[in-house]
């Protein structure tokens, strides 16, 4: 956390989701989660991918078939003011020398 208040969304914070952007956090079952706590991000707009070319399996796990929420696989939470916050990754990845490596 930020040592004071006032620092809290200069330091901290992600900012605000974009402007037409429609964002919730949600648990493991997809349920959206109360402030300050964290979830996966899931976004939708009509800027945000709509399927992986050639690809219905990626895009099957990434995608709900349900109103098309993109599943970001980014841990954040949101504040009262909803300021975001990230937490972390759902699965930690990293590519090196070509070679993805999961943490």
Known sequence: MCASETDKRGLCS???PMQRLEVKIVNEQ???VDIDKNGELWCRDYSVLSAYWND???TRETITSAFKWLKTNDVVRMDEDRYLYFC???KE???RGGTKISF
């Open 56 to 58: 219905d399996e990626k």
């Open 14 to 16: 992600i900012g605000l």
């Open 30 to 32: 997809g349920e959206i």
């Open 93 to 95: 990845m990293n590519i």
């Open 88 to 90: 972390g990754r759902k």
